[in-house]
Structure formats: C-alpha cells, structure tokens
C-alpha cells in the first residue's frame, strides 16, 4: 500500500513542483495593506487545494486575513490530526538583492527560489500532496485530518488566536502537526522540541519641532539621533549580555544534558559564517553558539531611523529617531513582563530635552513540546522514512506565535516537524525551498498519516 503511494509521489513530481509555483506567485505579504487582495487570493488557492482532495473547507473571513480550515471525514475511534501552517509570506525588501523576482519562481539546480518556498507556503504544501496521494488512489486514510492555515502568522496578528479560542471543538485533536521549521542540515532531518518566544518593541525619539540646521543649532538642543543610539548601547554590554534589570530572572537554564546534546550535533561555527555571511561568532559569553541559538534569550535592533540617509551630505539635526527591537525569549520568561521591563528600563534611562514612546507591537510565548509522546515516536519513524536518515533533535530561535495556545487549549501534544533548512533564506532575499526536502517532505507526511493510525 505504500508502496503505490510512494509509485503515485514519484510519478507525480512534476504536477506537485508546477502546483506549489502557482501557489508561490501569489504576494501574500501579511503586513503590507497593498496586498490584501493577494492574502485572498492565497486564502482561495489553499482552500481550493483542500476541495480537490476531498476534503470540505471553509475560508472564515474574520476582520484581519482570512483562514482556512478543512476537514475530513470524522470517523469515530480514530486518531485525529490537526495539521496547522500560514500562506502568508514576510515583505520581499530589499528587492534589489533577489537574483530572481520573489514571486516568478526560478528553479535552478532542484531549488525552488520565491518568497514563501520554506516559509511556509513549501512546507505546508507538503500535507496537502501527500493526503493527495491516498485520496487519488482510493487508498485510506487511517486518522482523521484537521487543517487550520492562516494569512498572518507573519504580521502578528490576533485571528488564530480567537478562533481557536473559540473554537476548540471545532479544532480538537489528538495532535497538532506544525511543518514550520528546519532540518538540522541537508544530511541530517530534524525535529524541533522547543521554539523561542518574542517581544517586540518599537522606540520612538521626538525632539525639536522640525528637522534644524545642525550649524546653527546644533549643540544647543538633544538631537533624537544621539539619543537613539545612547538608549540602545545601554541595552547590551560589550559582551553581549542584556542590561535590561531582570530581563533574566525566570530564564530557563540549559542543563547539563541539554548542553551534552547541543554539543553532540558538532555545531561548526564555519557553517554559522556560511549560513550568515559574518566573518564570526557573537553573542553572550559563556556560551556556545548553539546555546545562543536556542536556548539563551537575545535581544537585536531590528531597524532604525534618523535624520538623512540619502546620498551626500545634508547638514541637520533630525526631529525624529526611533527603532525597533526584538527581545527572543526563551521558556519561562513572559513576554508581556519582559515588555514592561524593557519599557520601564528606556524610560529610566531617556534623558531630558525628547520625548521618548515605547510601545509593545507583539509578542509570542516560548514552548517546548514533549519528546516523549506517541506522535512524536511517530514522527521520528516517518520522518527516518521520508528523509532515508533518523532525525535528531533540535530546538529553534524562531517563534511560531500559536504553538503555545494549541497547546494550552487543544491540550494536545504538538509535533514539530520541519522540512526547511537553516540556510533557506526565510524574511531575507532568495529565500528557497530544497525539491529534495520538498518531496521527501511529502513522504515524511505520507508516512506520518499511516504511522499515527496504526
Ligand atoms: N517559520 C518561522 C519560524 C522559524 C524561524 C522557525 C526560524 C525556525 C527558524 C515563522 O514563520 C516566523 O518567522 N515567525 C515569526 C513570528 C513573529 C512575526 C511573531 C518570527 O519568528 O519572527
Ligand atoms: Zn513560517
């Protein structure tokens, strides 16, 4: 029985690679307005993906993007699985670094390059081809499936937290199936038992009335500029840790085995300089890079802004500065807490003479997810047998804000089960998706729907 469905995979690549293109052209960039006619089009193509295999699917079109959900058949006395992803895709800037354009994917040397090929719209295509195959053979399918696909997971925002806890009956489930993150490397699947948390911040500087000549003015009045980048050098020390006072008090702290196990994986900082392009390592000292990676809370200016950036000189004293800055938080910590810290500490240390605004854009809540779970045992074995290697395991400094809630309001375990790699380009120019992973992603899912009816 496998064996036709593995036939049907291999016979249908081409088919599977044209789809997931199609799927890919679509700009469904989540935080820019201008394209919320693409997050609808991405909204129908998903749910159209879901009607050709059967499945009955609904667009639910609250006030922010539209979600997706579908269903199969409930049979009772079967396992259900809830299969979660987004279609919505990170800004594309800056467009001038893209070999190719972000939404004409270019397939070069069995890589799909586009905007979305492993965040997320790849990944989560992965299910959809692999239920495929069950339903176009007859062949069936041993648990009953649950899908809920969002169109802003990248724009944090707040839709598929208050369907879900609205509707918990409508997701209930005996495990939730997340394909969001990354293969250790292109040798070596993975599962992901933890994922980090985030607060977001944005700091805004306001000074004098208008931009002054810096001659004449100059030296007289606070100069948002300075003061922007006084307040962030007080964030950090030189080595890296945060300053902020008690942004580490509730941290989880790595313990020994979960530093043996890190250390197992041989992480080489020679691949953190290729996956990154820096010329070394940096981060809180005491620590490995991988423990930075996954298991220590950062902090990092995401953007900033003053005064003239355009070519030449133009001789002011800016009105205005501002940044933001993202706080990755590990388990434990609470990201509206860590908020009022970092909220409180910029006040504390803002001088006189500006106006200084802090403000909490988002946040997510850090998980871990248990190893010792039944899917989990099915989840190593489908993904040994989709991927030809056994997975090992790995924790994520990215954040998949809704993790946490399945997890609190499903009451169901969930599975991390990534068919990305570290180096994929995901929020960056040329982000890419392996065909490789993609179809053997496929297979994992295959497997996956069999293992966990047995
Ligand atoms: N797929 C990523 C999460 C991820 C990133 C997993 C890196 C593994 C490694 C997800 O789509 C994402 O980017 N999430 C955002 C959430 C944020 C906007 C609330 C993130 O982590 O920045
Ligand atoms: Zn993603």
New binding site residues.
């Given amino acids: 029985m496998i064996d036709k469905i593995l036939s049907y995979l291999d016979e249908n690549k081409d088919q599977h690679v044209k789809e997931l293109c199609e799927y890919l052209s679509i700009p469904s960039i989540s935080s820019i307005p201008a394209h919320d006619n693409d997050i609808i089009e991405a909204a129908r193509f998903t749910h159209k993906a879901f009607e050709a295999i059967g499945l009955a699917s609904e667009i639910i079109e609250p006030d922010g993007h539209p979600l997706v959900y579908a269903q199969s058949e409930q049979l009772p006395d079967r396992k259900t699985l809830l299969f979660y992803g987004?279609y919505d895709v990170q800004p594309v800037d800056p467009i001038e670094l893209w070999e190719s354009p972000p939404f004409e994917p270019r397939i070069e040397n069995e890589i799909i390059y586009a905007r979305g090929g492993s965040?997320?719209k790849g990944q989560l295509y992965t299910h959809i081809k692999a239920l495929e195959a069950y339903v176009k053979l007859g062949i069936e399918v041993p648990v009953n499936v649950k899908f809920i696909i969002e169109g802003e997971?990248?724009a944090?925002g707040e839709e598929i937290y208050k369907f879900t806890e609205s509707n918990p009956e409508k997701l209930a489930c005996d495990a939730v199936i997340v394909s969001?993150?990354?293969l250790y490397n292109e040798e070596t699947p993975a599962i992901c038992y933890s994922?980090k948390g985030?607060a977001y911040m944005q700091i805004d500087v306001k000074g004098p009335g208008m931009d002054l000549h810096s001659g004449s003015f100059g030296g007289t009045v606070q100069n948002p500029g300075n003061v922007i980048c006084e307040i962030i050098s007080r964030l950090k020390d030189g080595s890296g840790r945060v300053q902020i006072p008690g942004f580490y008090d509730s941290v989880l702290e790595l313990d020994d085995a979960e530093k043996a196990s890190f250390e197992s994986l041989n992480y080489s900082d020679a691949v953190l300089c290729k996956d990154t392009g820096a010329s070394g390592p940096f981060g809180e000292e005491g620590f490995t890079t991988l423990e930075r990676m996954w298991g220590r809370p950062t902090l990092d200016v995401n953007g900033l802004w003053s005064g003239y950036s355009g070519e030449g000189a133009k001789t002011i004293v800016p009105a205005t500065a501002g940044a933001k800055v993202s706080m990755r938080l590990v388990p434990n910590q609470n990201p509206e807490q860590i908020a009022e810290l970092f909220s409180k500490f910029v006040e504390e240390i803002a001088p006189e003479g500006v106006e200084v605004k802090v403000s909490y854009l988002?946040g997510?809540q850090a998980v871990m997810v248990p190893r010792d779970s039944e899917m989990m045992q099915s989840g190593m074995k489908a993904m040994e047998l989709g991927f030809g290697s056994k997975p090992v395991f790995i924790r994520?400094?990215?954040?998949?804000?809704i993790v946490g809630t399945f997890q609190d309001c499903l009451k169901a375990p969930v599975l991390l089960l990534?068919y990305g790699l570290p180096n994929d380009n995901?929020?960056s120019p040329n982000e890419k998706f392996h065909l490789r992973n993609y179809f053997d992603g496929i297979k994992t899912t295959a497997f996956l729907l069999k293992l966990a009816g047995e």
């Avoid at 994520?396 to 804000?401: A, H, Q, T, V, W």
């Fill in positions: 987004h965040d997320d997971e990248e944090g969001d993150t990354s994922l985030l988002h997510a994520e400094g990215g954040s998949i804000p990534g995901i929020h």
